[in-house]
């Protein structure tokens, strides 16, 4: 069965510098969510879209922006890079009612 | 806010012997989904536990939810090393928020060890 694709899978960046997460959604699925993990830490809530609009902001920094495309792929872009923003981060997508997110093999993102 | 606490934090176990993770959320949910995650791996999804008195079970673990008292268990039978592992319960919200959408609110997650 076809699972959420993410891409790409490590990236390393410098301080200040941008980044842009992509997330591809199972086939049907119209729900996507964004969550950042710390290391150690439990996942947390960014934000996420439904059809195409936002329906829902969580801890997103307002150096990060996301937004979901015709095609239902979604990017999360994010700038002026932290130290802390080093992390794994997750998309899930799910079909909206169903309620049950499938998360993707997640992206790990390196600032130095 | 919705908080989820899962306890213990850490768990180390023999091999053979039985233990319970619980789960406690403070306000009104009807979706429970219990997740394993390897370190650095994504997160599997287990169990999804969608209403009051659910009980699932798949090999050596079994899932519950008791919406009143809004306490979820997972519980592992016989432990055997492969079930070493981080354990999340994670649960959505009762109501929509918007169009569709049940952002999920995570425990801190159970480091479960099990020794041979």
Same mark, same amino acid.
């Given at each position: 069965?076809?699972?959420?694709? &993410? @891409?790409?899978r490590?990236? =390393?960046?410098e ?8 997330? %591809?959604?199972?086939?049907r ?24 609009? &936002? @329906?829902?902001?969580?801890? =997103? ?10 095609? %239902? ?19 899930a ?19 130095l | ?18 233990y319970?993770?619980y789960?406690?959320y ?9 997740y ?66 049940y ?5 801190k ?8």
């Amino acid at each position: 069965a076809a699972g959420v694709i &993410q @891409s790409p899978r490590h990236l =390393i960046k410098e301080k200040r510098e941008t980044a842009t997460l992509k997330c %591809y959604p199972i086939p049907r699925h119209d729900t996507v969510y964004w969550y950042q993990q710390g290391p150690g830490q439990d996942p947390q809530f960014l934000i996420s879209f439904y059809e195409k609009m &936002q @329906s829902d902001k969580g801890s =997103i920094p307002d150096r990060f922006s996301a937004q979901q495309f015709s095609d %239902y792929h979604s990017e999360l872009n994010m700038s002026s890079l932290e130290l802390g923003d080093s992390a794994l981060y997750f998309c899930a997508s799910s079909f909206a009612g169903a309620g049950e997110q499938f998360f993707g093999p997640g992206t790990r993102l390196t600032v130095l | 806010e919705l908080k989820v606490e899962q306890n213990p934090l850490f768990l180390s176990m023999q091999e053979g012997k039985n233990y319970t993770i619980y789960c406690n959320y403070s306000t009104t949910s009807d979706r429970l989904y219990w997740y394993r995650q390897d370190p650095g791996k994504s997160l599997e999804s287990l169990f999804v536990l969608l209403s009051n008195g659910a009980v699932k079970q798949e090999g050596r673990l079994m899932a519950s939810l008791d919406t009143k008292a809004r306490l979820s268990t997972l519980h592992i039978t016989a432990a055997v090393h492969d079930l070493s592992a981080t354990y999340f319960c994670a649960v959505a919200p009762l109501l929509y928020s918007g169009a569709g959408s049940y952002q999920l609110t995570f425990g801190k997650g159970t480091k479960l060890s099990v020794i041979p």
